[in-house]
């Protein structure tokens, strides 16, 4: 297998390097019968996590070395702690009731959410918001104009708009200036810089992750192959206070983000709208005015610790949650008085890259002869359009039905072969 690098797996500029199996979507109502194995798992985690973002099809990821960072997997920790706990008591995942908690499926869909959430709190609580949650024909005018939208129409039309985040020599210039000298072999498909990554999917996936840049030949997809190229953003539906329980900003936030998500999307709609205001780069659109400061923790005996890093409540059902700008801050107040650097931290902490190629390999390991099979492959090339050997990554699965114990002397034998000097890492 040929060789990899560190910034195969992780970035300073964006942290992880993950990668999903899209198209594989998986099932969200929280009602399904969960299948055996970790298929059932996948999915009944995916209702799990719609409790907390709002139900959506999401991603498979697939069966490949995953980098976690620490703080992230502390909030997941803390927002699911009976979940993990529960796992913890399980001796295998065949119990298709169980629901048990995958914390690397959990801890990568969390990040990606909650970089989502964490624009729309941006633009719609603390960029347009009042300071006491205020929210109404003033902010909702500000908010359908900033859209694009005219006074007199309740629709407008979003086109994505051409971005510059993944152009080779840009990212080539970032990484070098944070100390990253290459990215090996990975080629990036999908930056948090540049929204949100599931809006497209759909119930059956689609075939490539959100481009930003025209397609330079006939037999490339471009910028507007996929769904969540166009959309139409409905005022009435998306920024109306259409519900007595729909109060304040926070309250047109939450309908935004979770119980009406393709109004917050825009492949689904808003975040398509504002990426694209904010010009070829950042996020100029979702952020607060620089001059716009939280005071009212002079008024408090005590403010709240500043090692506390900027963050949204951590809640396992976004409906205990209060997302208003005075909770928020009181909880959280992190180092600042500006709602705007507030904002800039909050989004850059839930930064992360979605991987489009990577050479690996899946094996289904079911006796010693398919074992064999597959070393052979590795080791000899035996058909011309075989490319294993070219693999980065090899997910070898336990799948053995006949005579595990041979089974397992040949993987051993191979990988004691293979590997014969412990590794650094290793126990």
């Given at each position: 297998m040929a060789p990899m690098t560190p910034w195969d797996f992780y970035t300073y500029d964006q942290k992880g390097v993950w990668r999903m199996a899209n198209p594989a979507v998986l099932k969200h109502?929280?009602?399904?019968?969960?299948?055996?194995?970790?298929?059932?798992?996948?999915?009944?985690?995916?209702?799990?996590?719609?409790?907390?973002?709002?139900?959506?099809?999401?991603?498979?990821?697939?069966?490949?070395?995953?980098t976690l960072v620490k703080?992230?997997?502390?909030?997941?920790?803390?927002?699911?702690?009976?979940?993990?706990?529960?796992?913890?008591?399980?001796?295998?995942?065949?119990?298709?009731?169980?629901?048990?908690?995958?914390?690397?499926?959990?801890?990568?869909?969390?990040i990606v959410e909650r970089h989502r959430e964490a624009l729309l709190w941006a633009w719609v609580v603390a960029r347009i918001g009042g300071d006491d949650d205020e929210w109404g024909p003033v902010q909702s005018a500000q908010a359908w104009k900033e859209l694009g939208g005219a006074a007199d129409s309740d629709l407008v039309d979003v086109r994505r708009q051409v971005r510059t985040t993944l152009q080779e020599d840009r990212v080539m210039n970032v990484l070098d200036s944070t100390g990253d000298t290459a990215i090996g072999r990975t080629q990036y498909a999908f930056v948090s810089r540049d929204g949100y990554p599931y809006a497209s999917l759909g119930r059956f996936g689609w075939k490539n992750w959100p481009l930003f840049q025209p397609s330079k030949s006939s037999d490339k997809p471009g910028m507007y192959?996929?769904?969540?190229?166009?959309?139409?953003?409905?005022?009435?539906?998306?920024?109306?206070?259409?519900?007595?329980?729909?109060?304040?900003?926070?309250?047109?936030?939450?309908?935004?983000?979770?119980?009406v998500p393709h109004c917050g999307d825009c492949g689904k709609q808003l975040i398509t709208a504002l990426v694209a205001a904010s010009g070829d780069l950042g996020f100029s659109a979702f952020l607060p005015?620089?001059?716009?400061?939280?005071?009212?923790?002079?008024?408090?005996?005590?403010?709240?610790?500043?090692?506390i890093a900027p963050h949204l409540p951590l809640v396992a059902d976004y409906r205990a949650a209060n997302f208003s700008l005075a909770h928020v801050f009181t909880q959280?107040?992190?180092?600042?008085?500006?709602?705007?650097?507030?904002?800039?931290?909050?989004?850059?902490?839930?930064?992360?890259?979605?991987?489009?190629?990577?050479?690996?390999?899946?094996?289904?390991?079911?006796?010693?002869?398919?074992?064999?099979?597959?070393?052979?492959?590795?080791?000899?090339?035996?058909h011309a359009e075989d490319t294993i050997q070219d693999a980065l990554m090899l997910c070898l699965n336990d799948d053995i039905t006949l005579q595990p114990e041979r089974a397992d002397k040949l993987l051993r034998d191979w990988q004691g072969q293979r590997w014969p000097q412990k590794a650094g890492w290793e126990l």
């Open positions: 109502a929280s009602r399904y019968i969960y299948p055996h194995g970790i298929r059932g798992v996948a999915t009944s985690l995916t209702a799990i996590i719609g409790d907390r973002f709002g139900q959506r099809y999401r991603p498979y990821t697939t069966h490949e070395a995953k703080s992230m997997v502390d909030e997941v920790s803390i927002t699911w702690h009976s979940q993990l706990h529960y796992t913890g008591q399980q001796r295998f995942r065949m119990n298709p009731e169980a629901k048990d908690a995958y914390l690397p499926f959990l801890t990568t869909h969390w192959s996929d769904p969540g190229a166009r959309c139409t953003i409905k005022r009435t539906e998306c920024l109306g206070a259409s519900s007595p329980r729909i109060r304040g900003a926070s309250g047109i936030f939450a309908r935004l983000a979770f119980e005015g620089s001059g716009r400061v939280w005071t009212p923790w002079k008024d408090l005996e005590q403010e709240p610790p500043k090692e959280s107040g992190g180092e600042t008085t500006s709602v705007r650097d507030w904002a800039v931290e909050l989004i850059t902490r839930y930064r992360f890259t979605i991987a489009g190629l990577t050479p690996s390999h899946f094996a289904m390991l079911k006796n010693p002869n398919s074992i064999k099979a597959l070393f052979e492959r590795l080791e000899n090339k035996i």
